[in-house]
């Protein structure tokens, strides 16, 4: 910890009378602790106590530093490594979950790039009330780390949790904070590498046939958005019919490459097998294939990523608060590759899983995704399609809707493979 500088914020809560012994821990971990004081605060602690201890001086109002033309405030906030709030108490907690910037302790926390580190303080009742339990959900989703509070006896009598942590529990958890270099959300750029297995492997010389030095990209099985790094959201896709397109266009003599999420069937033999697991990691792996001839996107793509996944497995909380977990939109990889990828296959094909107005959906599908082609295939449960053998779908081009009979997914496959032969017919 040596030199690393930290950001001591005091709230106003009887905890502060701690502070002095934490700034005086901390200083003597070789950190260099600069203080601010709420106005609360400094009705429990002095600025001088803070400022001898610290050896720094001890900020109290927001317009001493924004009076300055630099801007003080922001200057303060991201000189520090870590921002620490001790005590955080519960009005300080509902002010930073709104985003609030209503004094100097606020703003600082507003416009810091850094990580921030709170020790709550308050009475049982406040810390059990919903409002305080949202707040802190808020806050764990917007990446804060939280030290405490503990159980025990409270000024005011009760007996609960609520008082803050002992400064050698803070300082542990400064220490723990500030040896994770890296931001929290590391794993989702992570997972964006291609993991080692992911290395193409080349299938044997392909055969002749009508699709003979045609390339055609599959994505196929579903993805796995990680939570943490056991933890995943996932979907029910098997690969079944990825799997048997990619077999089928191979026997048609084309050079495959097969973009495989975590699929619970075997990825066909002679085919270069790309193995992911995420959206992201799905759309790099088909962007580094290109060029291709036709793309077949039969891959059931999540359609969302959790933003705040954690690096580390995520423990039981002690107060019982489930994890919050942010998502966002991943890439549409069906969408992109049809409209924007350099250079466009030929032709690009789309799935559309339906339970509804199956052919005005899909109709509307191709549209908005600018693909060639969908299959479309009902897949209510009583249908047995998802994870079964057999599949019914229909074809929806530019000429409109063809219904096919119920047929083994092998054989869709078959069928479809032909279709895509005839169509690049002559390129
Ligand atoms: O958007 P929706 O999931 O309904 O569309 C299904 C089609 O879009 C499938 O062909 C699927 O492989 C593709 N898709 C994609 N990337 C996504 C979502 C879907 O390529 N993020």
Redesign the pocket.
């Known amino acids: 910890m040596q030199g690393k500088r930290v950001l001591l914020i005091v709230g106003g809560g009887i905890a502060a009378f701690k502070t002095p012994e934490l700034v005086r821990l901390m200083t003597r971990a070789g950190l260099g602790v600069t203080t601010v004081l709420t106005e609360g605060g400094a009705q429990f602690v002095t600025p001088l106590t803070l400022s001898a201890l610290s050896g720094n001086p001890c900020h109290t109002a927001l317009w001493d530093l924004t009076r300055e033309a630099e801007m003080g405030h922001i200057r303060l906030s991201r000189a520090a490594d870590l921002l620490v709030v001790a005590p955080a108490t519960a009005d300080l907690m509902a002010r930073m979950a709104a985003g609030l910037a209503d004094d100097l302790a606020a703003t600082l926390l507003l416009a810091t790039d850094k990580r921030v580190l709170i020790a709550p303080a308050m009475n049982v009742r406040m810390w059990e009330h919903p409002a305080t339990r949202r707040n802190l959900a808020t806050l764990r989703a917007d990446g804060i780390l939280t030290v405490g509070p503990d159980e025990g006896a409270m000024a005011c009598g009760e007996w609960g949790e609520g008082r803050m942590a002992e400064p050698e529990a803070i300082l542990a958890a400064i220490r723990a904070a500030l040896a994770e270099e890296e931001p929290p959300l590391r794993l989702t750029e992570q997972v964006l590498r291609l993991p080692p297995e992911a290395a193409v492997q080349p299938g044997p010389a392909a055969l002749p046939g009508p699709l003979s030095g045609g390339h055609v990209i599959v994505?196929s099985g579903p993805t796995h958005e990680p939570i943490d790094p056991v933890r995943y959201i996932a979907n029910r896709s098997s690969g079944a019919q990825g799997a048997a397109l990619a077999a089928a266009l191979r026997d048609l003599g084309a050079r495959v490459t097969f973009v495989t999420g975590p699929a619970s069937v075997p990825a066909p033999e002679g085919v270069a097998v790309v193995a992911v697991e995420t959206?992201q990691q799905?759309?790099a792996a088909v962007e580094a294939a290109l060029p291709a001839d036709a793309a077949v996107?039969?891959?059931?793509?999540?359609?969302w990523r959790v933003v705040n996944a954690s690096e580390r497995k995520i423990k039981k909380d002690a107060a019982g608060l489930p994890p919050t977990l942010k998502m966002t939109q991943?890439?549409?990889?069906?969408?992109w590759?049809s409209r924007d990828a350099q250079p466009r296959p030929a032709l690009v094909?789309?799935?559309?899983?339906e339970t509804d107005d199956i052919v005005a959906n899909a109709t509307a599908?191709r549209a908005r995704?600018g693909?060639d082609w969908i299959v479309a295939n009902d897949v209510r449960p009583a249908t047995g399609i998802m994870g079964g053998t057999e599949n019914a779908v229909i074809l929806v081009t530019d000429r409109g809707a063809e219904h096919w009979p119920r047929l083994p997914k092998d054989e869709v496959a078959r069928r479809l493979a032909a279709r895509i032969a005839r169509a690049l017919e002559g390129r």
Request: glycine share 4%; with cysteine; aromatic share 4%.
């Open positions: 994505t959206a799905m759309r996107m039969a891959a059931a793509v999540a359609d991943n890439p549409d990889i069906l969408a590759i094909v789309g799935f559309a899983a599908k995704k693909c």
